[in-house]
């Protein structure tokens, strides 16, 4: 049962000026696939999801997202980007419209759809992020959980065929991490694509179908996430999780 | 006691010209504000090709006396061009020309106080650029830059006293044809400078009303979320 990758990334390098932030990445994902990149911080796994919706422009290789070439200032990047959905680590909602309208907005505007199933569609998701009774909260008045969860209703709202989450609960108190993570897990198990960049491995390991561990900007190793954690093959992967253990 | 009295039966023309002087300054504010959008989003483009001259005609329009541009629209472009200009064409233009260089600046600091999570976030959602500004940055960025707008459209209101100069009879030129007629005397020049004070003053509160209610929309926090 091999399906064709929703996303293949072909020997990618990404540079910020002469310094080399990803170096000559390849990796697919085939859908229902459930990714965490994992590894030490400023080795380019936020970069990696930010090229591969072209916020970022690419010095080298190939991204091809559902047969669309991703370049970063064409035009056909925003037939990529309705199709990919992004979480990001400081949350990011609008904070001029209400959690309700934050879901609703690029449902209407980028999407077409009529204002009323919108609104109804940021209902439903907002009841399945347990954030009903907050639907007229402004961003400011949540904590953090609960815009992050908001966000993530908001990237669900317009079906991307792949969620990217960019170290979703960094950011966020010890305390409603869990909550967060819950949601993710929710998710999940609707069998949805998702290449999620996190430090939070025991997640990693129950939900994620493969880990792949990064370091200066390369792919280091990858495997089954239970199996690279019990197990990790390569001494810097070892390291890296010693290190977190502490 | 007495002059003050005999200045009653000019007050209609009095009301007339300040309606004159509110519609020039406001027609300048709109035209500048409207250039200034335009400017603005060259400046912050990031294509050289249009933020260079955006840079050039800002500086420019605000580093040359308002009485110049004046005299630029009214006696230079006739020569220039060959066209005939009337002192309300010349003087709207003179102000709209100020008015946009200083709305310039002010919107592309509007725009640029909008974090570039927010760019991100929107972008990442599919929405091209014009849809970004629209529902998103265009929003958050009214905040920063109503005030110093308030600000803009009170000087504007003054400034366009200046149109005098050229013949066109707003209100500070009714207010010295009225003197002279009255054979001198600074009762009538009392009055305009009360009524230029108090629509000003009505712009302010406006604005400042304005600016409560943004607040509150915004959830009573500020917009861009810090407390």
Known sequence: ?246 | MHETYGLLEYMPSVFRALGLTIWLSWLSLIIGAVGGLVLALMRTSGWRVLSVPALLYVEIFRSIPILIILFFFFYGAPLVLGINVSAFAAATAALSAHASALMTEVIRAGIESVGRGQWEAAQSSGMTYGQVMRHVVGPQSMQVILPPSVNIYIMILKESSIASIIGYVELTATGLLIREAHGGGFAILGIIAILYFIVCYAISLAGGALERRMKIAGSGLHMDGTR
């Not at chain 1, 996303?7 to 990803?22: A, H």
């Not at chain 1, 419209?97 to 907002?126: C, F, K, P």
């Not at chain 1, 399945?128 to 959980?145: E, F, K, Q, W």
């Not at chain 1, 198990?189 to 998702?194: A, G, I, L, V, W």
């Open chain 1, 1 to 246: 049962m091999t399906q064709a990758p929703v996303l293949k990334i072909d020997t990618l390098t990404k540079k910020f000026g002469s310094r080399t932030i990803i170096d000559g990445i390849s990796m697919d994902v085939t859908p229902g696939e459930i990714v965490c990149l994992v590894g030490p911080s400023g080795t380019g796994k936020s970069t990696l999801l930010r090229c591969v919706n072209g916020l970022e422009d690419i010095q080298g290789g190939r991204i091809v997202f559902e047969d669309e070439p991703v370049r970063a200032h064409s035009k056909k990047i925003i037939d990529v980007r309705k199709r990919v959905g992004m979480i990001f680590q400081q949350f990011n909602l609008y904070p001029h419209l209400t959690a309700r309208q934050n879901i609703v907005l690029a449902q209407v505007v980028v999407h077409g759809v009529d204002r009323r199933s919108a609104t109804e569609r940021a209902d439903e998701l907002l009841a399945r992020v347990r954030l009903a009774h907050r639907a007229d909260a402004y961003p400011a008045r949540l904590s953090g959980g609960e815009q992050q969860r908001v966000a993530i209703a908001r990237a669900l709202a317009t079906n991307p065929h792949m969620l990217m989450f960019d170290e979703p609960t960094s950011a966020l108190d010890p305390e409603t991490v869990g909550e967060v993570l819950a949601v993710m897990r929710e998710i999940a198990e609707e069998r949805r694509t998702m290449l999620v960049v996190t430090h939070e491995m025991r997640f990693a390991a129950e939900v994620g179908t493969r880990m792949v561990f990064m370091d200066q900007g390369k792919i280091v190793e990858e495997g089954v996430p239970r199996e690279l954690l019990a197990q990790p093959r390569t001494e810097r992967a070892q390291r890296f999780l010693q290190s977190i253990r502490h």
